[in-house]
Nanobody
Framework: HVQLVESGGGSVEAGGSLRLSCVAP????????AGWFRQAPGKEREGVAA???????TYYDDSVKDRFTIEDNANYAVDLQMNSLKPEDTGMYYC???????????????????WGQGTQVTVS
């Protein structure tokens, strides 16, 4: 059973920064996307940012553009640098790796690919 491991969550004041990191197995999918998703209490899980191999495509939700940056890391996954954090960024953040070519909503609805257990981010 493949599971990803997230770290870096915590509690910060509005305007602060956090960096989330994800560790994944070396081999998952030959063509893949790696992304960060979040879920606030009482809300649906949503895509935050993702990037896919081989196509030069990076996705950011409108709510995080110009504040968050997704970057490849040395652990076969992606980090998420979060700056200028807002209280509405509060939630459980999940790392996922999934096959390329799927819509973000499909990945969320069907939990496609490999997911981590999540790391909590609280902004006050």
């Amino acid at each position: 059973h493949v599971q990803l491991v997230e770290s870096g969550g915590g509690s910060v004041e509005a305007g602060g920064s956090l960096r989330l990191s994800c560790v994944a197995p070396e081999y998952t999918f030959s063509s893949k996307c790696a992304g960060w998703f979040r879920q606030a209490p009482g809300k649906e899980r949503e895509g935050v940012a993702a990037k896919c191999t081989g196509v030069g495509v990076t996705y950011y939700d409108d709510s995080v553009k110009d504040r968050f940056t997704i970057e490849d890391n040395a652990n076969y996954a992606v980090d998420l640098q979060m700056n200028s954090l807002k209280p509405e960024d509060t939630g459980m953040y999940y790392c996922a790796i999934y096959p390329r070519g799927l819509e973000i909503q499909t990945v969320i609805a069907r939990r496609v690919g490999y997911w981590g257990q999540g790391t909590q981010v609280t902004v006050s």
